[in-house]
């Protein structure tokens, strides 16, 4: 090859290579940008899950007032029928029965509204930690295909190899999340 040739060939190669080196620079820069945004955010998912206090009382106050009304008329209706027949006999039972009723019905609605702040609870915690694992972690069905291995294989030694290591690395993770327990 020419000299000339031979360092024009150099240069591209050195041109190329510090292209790559400036795109991976600045993709670094970037996802590092990203995950000092992201990281609090889901920091705060699994530190504060649920609903606030507020929105809680909320949801309570609006389902056990809907259950209440709906008792309530039903209530004025048997008082206004005891009323228009003059016969107050059945009025005495008639409220306690609704009274049953509504006790019951006022249960069930206290206990799905706690129910429904469990679930939404739970579900920020894992979406926390989902969002969280995968700043840091990778794709290891993808990555184990790329490799022509069987994914189960990568990930029983991504296993063996975490328990082997002091924690783990979801240890370290956790710890990083402010999460003392490993997973």
């Known amino acids: ?30 996802n590092q940008q990203l995950q000092s945004y992201l990281l609090p955010q889901y ?12 929105t809680k009382n909320a949801i309570t106050q609006n389902s056990e007032g809907a259950t209440a009304a709906t008792y309530a008329s039903a209530g004025d209706a048997l008082a206004r029928r005891a009323a228009r027949t003059g016969n107050t006999a059945g009025e005495v039972a008639g409220m306690d029965l609704l009274a049953q009723n509504k006790a019951k019905t006022m249960s069930g609605v206290a206990a799905g509204d706690q129910i429904q702040f469990a679930n939404r609870a739970k579900s920020d915690v894992s979406q926390g930690l989902k969002g969280a ?51």
């Open 43 to 54: 920091q705060n998912l699994i530190q504060n899950p649920g609903y606030d206090q507020t």
């Open 1 to 30: 090859m020419a000299r000339g040739a031979q360092k024009s060939a150099e240069d591209m190669s050195k041109s190329g290579y510090g292209g790559a080196q400036q795109f991976n620079t600045n993709l670094e820069t970037s």
């Open 133 to 183: 694992s995968e700043l840091y972690g990778m794709d290891t069905n993808l990555l184990a295909r790329s490799l022509g291995l069987p994914p189960e294989y990568l990930q029983q030694y991504n296993n063996g190899a975490n328990q082997k290591s002091q924690g783990g690395l979801s240890w370290s993770w956790n710890n990083g999340l402010g999460i003392n327990a490993p997973l």
